[in-house]
């Protein structure tokens, strides 16, 4: 999407001066005060952005490993015999750097099942290379796909009225920061905006990380999109006033019956739009459906540091300064993600069409 | 309640060393960092300390309203004929400090009352002093009794296992540092502490001024109540997990048909807990019954300073700095607080003892 009018991905490949193969990124940890592009040279330094959440969300993990996992292929000695075991070792570890991150886990099974085909270490370099590109234009596509379909949704929305500014809430950040492009929960509200629809956001601002009231705000305003950050207490209150036209958010992992884990906090707000009868959206890839999971009970609760709840970042006379928020002998809890049953979902909106829950596995295997 | 092992109110009546008075208070402003009792000297700084937010919560804003009433009839010149004008003029100021405060208009209105039956000054200041202590012991008594009703409720929790540790999540700071002492929703809470009934308390953090965070989760500490910080967005992760078995808040303001102002997010929190069969509770003086309003609908919602949102103060570096949380020029919306429904609430604890919402007429007349 646009920075001030410029047109940019989260990430893409490219030569470094020697013409070696670097991936470019956001470093999202200073944002939205900084924004830089980052160079990442090796797949160590790939999995150190997972890891340290350089960069984030499900379908842009996915895309890093799978680059990642390209260099990984050109880091190998080329006279090396073990050649396969050397990369599929780094594979491993590049998987184990967000142990939750289903995307992470298919990207590098894509490429090690592709890998299996090559029959050297430099048709395994052109196949890794070729793959990455398709799963990062892929995933360009799946959002612009989700978007088009989410659009419908919207249009409908401001149809209703005149002049009618249709209020979305979203929580956390299923943007293109958290893409390669559009987003998966925001891709349908570009797309109506690119088509001039008048719409306004209601960002969560998303605690601990904030990544509502950094990421999604900035996205939103780079690109020029009216929105107004909201604490994530304010959305039951938005709703019951009537300020809220629908709510669409992103998803970790969807299992078959159409449970959700999302960001901490996204139930609360699917039973507020339940209890108000606001149309409440999962924005996903068919790349982010757990099929191996029943229902929600069966997914694990990533909990992370306590520090994320103490401590928050921001911006102090120019620079980041990380300040203490609690008595610095209590204890917090920090869990990361929530379960959103499927009966408080209206509706899927996923790159192959807009589903209820019952038909989510149709549709999916479609 | 307890500060490191030594019992504390929130505010007294002193003399100053002039033999003038002062109310000495605490200055919450800069907890749960560093914690400063102050006295305030005349009834301009009470009126700054309550517009300004050194103090906060329904019963002590109308505790320290009714002692600034007292300073006031110390302030007027014994020789002036419109003693009883300058007064009154005084109280609507201090009446004006906080509009959204029903206990604030309460204690004006009862000293109003009380000074129309003084004949002269020195009567109205006698008058006005004696109110203002009454005002102050029973908010105590007041608590004390919230407490000793709750009690039962937590005691019956703990009685269903041997070794049963009762968790209850609360939201905001409706603790004594909200009132004079015991506080409201946590009343209970230290009374069956100090009972040796094994709790421990979930502490929502409460955005954007984190009250939780900060002075709940502060006096509990400093009380040696067993409690955990977790964010707003999750405590309903924690009911669907069967980890909250019950929750107490406190409230601003009660409708006649038992709808419930009280800080933003507690609706979300009420429907999380209907949603997982936890029982709900509202605790509340009488006298934060608004008889005038027959439904929410009719509570007017204060909405506060964005900067709220957008910045927030902590520790750094041992003193407090503020940090901007978003990107600059994205615009914020702070509403204060949220109404929840009557039919969430499983019932409310008074000083008269427990009732459900049809009840509660009955019980707050009686």
């Not at 410029?6 to 013409?19: C, F, K, N, S, Y």
């Not at 596509?141 to 009225?161: D, R």
């Amino acid at each position: 999407m646009n920075i001030n009018g410029v047109p940019h991905r989260t990430i893409w490949l490219a030569q470094d001066a020697d013409g070696s193969a670097i991936v470019w990124t956001l470093d999202q940890r200073k944002m939205p005060h900084f924004f830089d592009f980052i160079a990442l040279k090796s797949s160590a330094e790939i999995i150190v952005a997972i890891e340290e959440m350089w960069l984030r969300g499900a379908p842009l993990i996915g895309a890093a490993a799978a680059l990642g996992f390209y260099l990984a292929t050109t880091e190998i000695d080329k006279n090396a015999s073990d050649w396969r075991e050397q990369i599929t070792e780094i594979a491993e570890k590049i998987r184990a750097s967000r142990p939750t991150a289903v995307n992470l886990n298919w990207a590098i099974q894509r490429q090690l099942s592709i890998l299996a085909k090559a029959k050297n270490l430099n048709e395994a370099q052109n196949f890794a290379q070729q793959t990455a590109l398709d799963i990062v234009e892929e995933d360009v596509e799946i959002c612009k796909q989700i978007g088009a379909h989410g659009l419908s949704i919207i249009e409908a929305i401001s149809n209703q009225a005149p002049d009618k500014i249709v209020n979305i809430l979203t929580h956390c950040n299923a943007g293109w920061l958290a893409c390669v492009d559009w987003g998966t929960a925001t891709a349908p509200i570009y797309q109506a905006h690119d088509k001039g629809i008048k719409v306004h956001v209601w960002v969560d601002e998303t605690r601990p990380r904030n990544q509502g009231a950094s990421l999604t705000a900035w996205e939103l305003g780079k690109h020029g999109v009216p929105h107004t950050i909201i604490p994530d207490n304010a959305g039951g209150h938005l709703m019951q006033q009537g300020r809220v036209d629908m709510c669409i958010v992103g998803t970790d992992r969807v299992t078959r019956n159409g449970d959700t884990a999302n960001k901490i906090g996204t139930y609360l707000k699917a039973l507020a739009a339940h209890d108000n009868n606001v149309p409440f959206y999962v924005a996903l890839p068919s790349t982010t459906m757990d099929f191996e999971l029943q229902t929600g009970a069966e997914i694990p609760i990533e909990t992370r540091s306590e520090r994320e709840v103490k401590y928050i970042q921001g911006l102090h006379e120019g620079t980041l300064k990380e300040v203490l928020l609690t008595p610095n002998d209590s204890p917090a809890l920090n869990y990361g993600f929530d379960v959103t049953p499927a009966k408080y979902i209206t509706a899927f909106i996923t790159e192959k069409g807009i589903c209820t829950a019952a038909e989510l596995l149709k549709i999916m295997n479609d």
